[in-house]
């Protein structure tokens, strides 16, 4: 063995498992070098996930990260040679016909996304898999990319740090676990080992089942928790022998009933001879805290492997039998089947990138083999360019909020993401029914009152309507239609659509606490934003005002959207609650890193929002202000902000609109909500709900949404929001965001889309929600652009006052003409959808325009 380093360029923590070897490899790969690699167990690892794990490969998802990490680990596999592309099955059970039409639904998003995948009727199905009753099934989807990693990932990850050590660039040590981390002045200094203390500029942690006791060590949590995976084996079956192969069938996902199957192929080869039935539990699963995990000379079987009783999966494996009756005719081996480890994400995906705390500091925790090097490609492009080839938003621990850090809520959503890791569905609008009422806003007991339908976001409960409006569905009956399909319904109430037409035709408020707030003071906060805005920041006249801007990155794709108020002494930010968190810490690192003299402070909870909008919005709120006088046009032009006073309570108003209707953000303490709420509520105005504000008013407006519209896939210029000039100031991104001005047209334009009849073979109509490919219909294919880029709804939602549903999706510029005829793939039926406009233009603005069809 090598002589232990003192310095690294780079210390990978984990270097054993699948995730660390990729991490490694791929950071070598964009000319990385100087890198230390120590594991706790043996290299590569027998004791973590990576050891035992099934080591499957769909690539159908709802999403299209991972679509694109396990498309890029596939090809990454094969390419060494370890790749079995044998296909993946997932079938619907007869008389299951919800899980039918999640089948039609990952079918939808395997078109949005670029897979393979098809539907196979029950003959296909006995045909591509013999073992199973036809009559058992009613359908299913055939992903012919989909395969297993041979002979194990486990071999792989060897293979990649041979490999690596090979070039020189990296020294592994085995049976290293890191003790304790070095942090200096805010920056990661090194690890510290039984071997020895190793220097260095950058850790990157990828221990899979122990991230947390690492994140530890610097104060920080992960939002993951390891939870049991019962995985049986049953044998003999020699239906292979004599083949080689390592797996023979096409893997078999039988998820209504929470559960998976496949052949481990010639009984000579690596699993020999066997069946292998997987159940994820959906009732009681077995979640264990990291610091719970024994050390290897204390388990039995592994640290990541624990006993079965098989009374934990008696009642699924009759159902499995009833499915594949082979499994009750040939042997269980008891001695193979175990409780397998894996991780239950807390936050709805993986934790990756930089420290929230601690500089140089970097995660990868939380990541399946089928997703492996493609998080490590991720990781590496990350340090490297300081953005990736997909939006990574949805995987970025800068995202997260303390309260999503703390042990109770991890342990609470760990385990309500166990139970729903292969069933049921999950709705794009599903709330987390665990750790709610976190944050409330000081008028919540008003809004429990008015019988609000609360959903949470970034730990705040928001009222999408409110039962005492329901008196308005009378009203409004003809233009509130009733969603008859209740995958469209769920999650969503009617009211919500009268509110947004009574707003309109009055005024109403809307409670917007959610907003994630924070100040950038300091002698440079004018010179930071600038240097991170799009928009002119600097300057006298912008003081008192309200800028919205965006920030891009390097390669000018669009990084954030949202409002900057300059103050006298001060810039505030007004973010979403999304976004708001890793905005937060970016402006933190770009000004460190910068060397900035600012403060930068999250002020979230110190402060309020509530809307008020509608044609009436001026003179309903004419009677709680102080100085009616002030609000008059003349006074407070669009985009000022003014201090007003409202029952003694000192607000900051701002003439901003998110709804197309006129009106004002109003902001203020969070202790002066209350008395502000009563007194614009005792003039009789209407509370409307989220869904109005942030869904159906900001579609017919044709608003862009960040981390749905604006991504790091596309440009400013795209999206249709850049400034008709470009400021003097230098800011990031400027060059690029230069060069595609120059273009004669953009690859592709963010249109507003109007689907025109959305009535199904059934005579339903429908109300989609999620993603939905966008397809010629001349040629039945994905419209994709030039670079690759292929087209899906961003957003949609229905417009009462259109009375159509709206979409907005990206199209190739070859296909961005007003009036053209395109169609969307909602659930296996095909629906025509109309480009209404090419860019940002309202389908219903009041005040300039009346509604378009």
Same mark, same amino acid.
């Given at each position: 063995?090598?002589?232990?380093?003192?310095?690294?360029?780079?210390?990978?923590?984990?270097?054993?498992?699948?995730?660390?070897?990729?991490?490694?490899?791929?950071?070598?790969?964009?000319?990385?070098?100087?890198?230390?690699?120590?594991?706790?167990?043996?290299?590569?690892?027998?004791?973590?996930?990576?050891?035992?794990?099934?080591?499957?490969?769909?690539?159908?998802?709802?999403?299209?990260?991972?679509?694109?990490?396990?498309?890029?680990?596939?090809?990454?596999?094969?390419?060494?040679?370890?790749?079995?592309?044998?296909?993946?099955?997932?079938?619907?059970?007869?008389?299951?016909?919800?899980?039918?039409?999640?089948?039609?639904?990952?079918?939808?998003?395997?078109?949005?996304?670029?897979?393979?995948?098809?539907?196979?009727?029950?003959?296909?199905?006995?045909?591509?898999?013999?073992?199973?009753?036809?009559?058992?099934?009613?359908?299913?989807?055939?992903?012919?990319?989909?395969?297993?990693?041979?002979?194990?990932?486990?071999?792989?990850?060897?293979?990649?740090?041979?490999?690596? $050590?090979?070039?020189?660039?990296?020294?592994?040590?085995?049976?290293?676990?890191?003790?304790?981390?070095?942090?200096?002045?805010?920056?990661?200094?090194?690890?510290?080992?039984?071997?020895?203390?190793?220097?260095?500029?950058?850790?990157?942690?990828?221990?899979?089942?122990?991230?947390?006791?690492?994140?530890?060590?610097?104060?920080?949590?992960?939002?993951?928790?390891?939870?049991?995976?019962?995985?049986?084996?049953?044998?003999?079956?020699?239906?292979?022998?004599?083949?080689?192969?390592?797996?023979?069938?096409?893997?078999?996902?039988?998820?209504?009933?929470?559960?998976?199957?496949?052949?481990?192929?010639?009984?000579?080869?690596?699993?020999?001879?066997?069946?292998?039935?997987?159940?994820?539990?959906?009732?009681?699963?077995?979640?264990?805290?990291?610091?719970?995990?024994? $050390?290897?000379?204390?388990?039995?079987?592994?640290?990541?492997?624990?006993?079965?009783?098989?009374?934990?999966?008696?009642?699924?494996?009759?159902?499995?039998?009833?499915?594949?009756?082979?499994?009750?005719?040939?042997?269980?081996?008891?001695?193979?089947?175990?409780?397998?480890?894996?991780?239950?994400?807390?936050?709805?995906?993986?934790?990756?990138?930089?420290?929230?705390?601690?500089?140089?500091?970097?995660?990868?925790?939380?990541?399946?083999?089928?997703?492996?090097?493609?998080?490590?490609?991720?990781?590496?492009?990350?340090?490297?360019?300081?953005?990736? $080839?997909?939006?990574?938003?949805?995987?970025?621990?800068?995202?997260?909020?303390?309260?999503?850090?703390?042990?109770?809520?991890?342990?609470?959503?760990?385990?309500?993401?166990?139970?729903?890791?292969?069933?049921?569905?999950?709705?794009?609008?599903?709330?987390?029914?665990?750790?709610?009422?976190?944050?409330?806003?000081?008028?919540?007991?008003?809004?429990?009152?008015?019988?609000?339908?609360?959903?949470?976001?970034?730990?705040?409960?928001?009222?999408?309507?409110?039962?005492?409006?329901?008196?308005?569905?009378?009203?409004?009956?003809?233009?509130?239609?009733?969603?008859?399909?209740?995958?469209?319904?769920?999650?969503?109430?009617?009211?919500?659509?009268?509110?947004?037409?009574?707003?309109?035709?009055?005024?109403?408020?809307?409670?917007?606490?959610?907003?994630?707030?924070?100040?950038?003071?300091?002698?440079?906060?004018?010179?930071?934003?600038?240097?991170?805005?799009?928009?002119?920041?600097?300057?006298?006249?912008?003081?008192?005002?309200?800028?919205?801007?965006?920030?891009?990155?390097?390669?000018?794709?669009?990084?954030?959207?949202?409002?900057?108020?300059?103050?006298?002494?001060?810039?505030?930010?007004?973010?979403?609650?999304?976004?708001?968190?890793?905005?937060?810490?970016?402006?933190?690192?770009?000004?460190?890193?910068?060397?900035?003299?600012?403060?930068?402070?999250?002020?979230?909870?110190?402060?309020?929002?509530?809307?008020?909008?509608?044609?009436?919005?001026?003179?309903?709120?004419?009677?709680?202000?102080?100085?009616?006088?002030?609000?008059?046009?003349?006074?407070?032009?669009?985009?000022?902000?003014?201090?007003?006073?409202?029952?003694?309570?000192?607000?900051?108003?701002?003439?901003?609109?998110?709804?197309?209707?006129?009106?004002?953000?109003?902001?203020?303490?969070?202790?002066?909500?209350?008395?502000?709420?009563?007194?614009?509520?005792?003039?009789?105005?209407?509370?409307?709900?989220?869904?109005?504000?942030?869904?159906?008013?900001?579609?017919?407006?044709?608003?862009?949404?960040?981390?749905?519209?604006?991504?790091?896939?596309?440009?400013?210029?795209?999206?249709?929001?850049?400034?008709?000039?470009?400021?003097?100031?230098?800011?990031?991104?400027?060059?690029?965001?230069?060069?595609?001005?120059?273009?004669?047209?953009?690859?592709?334009?963010?249109?507003?889309?109007?689907?025109?009849?959305?009535?199904?073979?059934?005579?339903?109509?429908?109300?989609?929600?999620?993603?939905?490919?966008?397809?010629?219909?001349?040629?039945?294919?994905?419209?994709?652009?030039?670079?690759?880029?292929?087209?899906?709804?961003?957003?949609?939602?229905?417009?009462?006052?259109?009375?159509?549903?709206?979409?907005?999706?990206?199209?190739?510029?070859?296909?961005?003409?007003?009036?053209?005829?395109?169609?969307?793939?909602?659930?296996?039926?095909?629906?025509?959808?109309?480009?209404?406009?090419?860019?940002?233009?309202?389908?219903?603005?009041?005040?300039?325009?009346?509604?378009?069809?």
């Amino acid at each position: 063995m090598a002589e232990f380093p003192q310095r690294a360029r780079v210390v990978v923590i984990g270097l054993g498992g699948i995730v660390g070897a990729s991490v490694a490899h791929h950071l070598i790969e964009r000319g990385w070098d100087d890198i230390v690699g120590i594991d706790k167990s043996a290299i590569p690892t027998d004791i973590g996930s990576t050891a035992h794990a099934s080591d499957f490969c769909y690539t159908t998802s709802h999403d299209l990260l991972s679509v694109y990490t396990t498309q890029y680990s596939i090809d990454f596999f094969e390419k060494m040679g370890h790749y079995a592309r044998v296909g993946g099955l997932e079938v619907a059970r007869t008389g299951d016909h919800a899980w039918m039409e999640e089948i039609k639904r990952k079918l939808m998003s395997a078109r949005a996304f670029g897979t393979n995948a098809r539907y196979v009727s029950p003959a296909e199905i006995k045909a591509l898999f013999p073992l199973i009753e036809e009559d058992q099934v009613m359908g299913g989807m055939f992903d012919p990319d989909a395969g297993l990693v041979v002979p194990r990932s486990q071999t792989v990850a060897g293979k990649l740090v041979d490999a690596a $050590e090979k070039t020189g660039k990296l020294t592994a040590f085995a049976n290293t676990p890191a003790q304790s981390l070095l942090v200096e002045d805010g920056r990661i200094a090194g690890v510290v080992t039984h071997r020895g203390t190793i220097r260095a500029d950058h850790v990157v942690v990828c221990t899979g089942l122990w991230g947390r006791l690492i994140a530890e060590m610097v104060g920080e949590d992960l939002p993951v928790m390891p939870v049991d995976h019962p995985l049986t084996f049953f044998g003999p079956f020699n239906a292979f022998e004599g083949t080689g192969k390592e797996i023979g069938y096409p893997l078999l996902r039988d998820q209504g009933n929470s559960a998976y199957m496949r052949d481990t192929g010639d009984p000579k080869s690596t699993e020999g001879g066997q069946l292998e039935w997987g159940y994820y539990e959906t009732d009681n699963p077995r979640l264990v805290h990291p610091r719970d995990l024994l $050390e290897k000379h204390e388990a039995r079987l592994s640290p990541s492997q624990r006993d079965l009783d098989m009374e934990q999966i008696l009642e699924p494996l009759e159902r499995a039998i009833e499915l594949t009756p082979i499994l009750g005719e040939i042997g269980y081996n008891e001695s193979h089947s175990f409780n397998g480890l894996l991780q239950a994400s807390a936050a709805g995906g993986a934790s990756c990138g930089e420290s929230q705390k601690v500089r140089g500091l970097w995660y990868c925790v939380g990541i399946w083999v089928k997703d492996g090097p493609g998080y490590g490609k991720l990781i590496a492009d990350w340090m490297t360019d300081g953005r990736t $080839e997909v939006d990574h938003n949805g995987i970025d621990y800068a995202r997260f909020y303390p309260h999503q850090l703390q042990e109770d809520f991890i342990e609470n959503r760990g385990g309500e993401a166990a139970r729903k890791i292969y069933y049921p569905a999950i709705h794009p609008r599903e709330p987390y029914a665990t750790s709610r009422n976190i944050k409330r806003s000081p008028f919540y007991d008003r809004e429990v009152e008015l019988g609000g339908y609360f959903m949470e976001l970034g730990g705040w409960e928001r009222a999408h309507g409110y039962a005492a409006n329901e008196h308005l569905l009378e009203k409004y009956a003809d233009r509130v239609p009733v969603r008859e399909n209740e995958w469209d319904s769920r999650h969503f109430w009617r009211v919500s659509n009268a509110e947004h037409l009574a707003m309109s035709e009055d005024c109403g408020i809307v409670n917007l606490s959610h907003f994630f707030i924070f100040d950038v003071e300091g002698p440079d906060h004018v010179a930071l934003m600038e240097w991170l805005c799009a928009a002119k920041i600097g300057g006298d006249a912008n003081i008192g005002k309200g800028i919205y801007t965006h920030f891009l990155d390097q390669e000018g794709m669009v990084r954030a959207d949202l409002t900057v108020i300059r103050m006298a002494d001060r810039c505030r930010i007004i973010d979403g609650a999304d976004a708001g968190p890793r905005d937060f810490h970016y402006v933190r690192r770009v000004a460190q890193d910068k060397g900035f003299d600012v403060t930068v402070t999250d002020v979230s909870e110190q402060n309020v929002t509530i809307g008020i909008w509608g044609p009436n919005a001026r003179a309903t709120l004419k009677k709680v202000v102080a100085d009616p006088a002030a609000l008059e046009p003349d006074n407070f032009p669009f985009a000022a902000i003014r201090p007003i006073e409202i029952a003694g309570k000192m607000v900051t108003a701002f003439r901003i609109s998110y709804v197309g209707e006129q009106g004002w953000e109003l902001h203020m303490a969070y202790d002066d909500g209350l008395a502000v709420w009563d007194a614009l509520r005792s003039t009789g105005v209407m509370a409307f709900g989220v869904e109005t504000y942030a869904n159906s008013r900001r579609m017919e407006k044709s608003l862009r949404l960040q981390n749905a519209d604006l991504l790091t896939q596309y440009n400013l210029l795209e999206a249709d929001l850049a400034r008709p000039k470009v400021k003097d100031a230098d800011f990031r991104g400027k060059q690029q965001h230069l060069a595609y001005r120059a273009r004669e047209h953009q690859p592709a334009m963010l249109c507003t889309l109007v689907l025109t009849d959305t009535t199904d073979a059934n005579g339903v109509v429908r109300y989609p929600v999620g993603i939905m490919p966008v397809i010629d219909p001349a040629t039945g294919a994905v419209l994709v652009d030039e670079l690759g880029r292929r087209s899906y709804t961003t957003s949609v939602a229905y417009g009462p006052t259109l009375g159509k549903n709206i979409a907005l999706a990206y199209i190739p510029w070859s296909h961005c003409q007003p009036g053209r005829v395109l169609s969307v793939d909602y659930f296996g039926e095909t629906f025509p959808a109309e480009i209404a406009a090419v860019g940002y233009q309202p389908l219903y603005d009041p005040e300039n325009t009346k509604p378009r069809s």
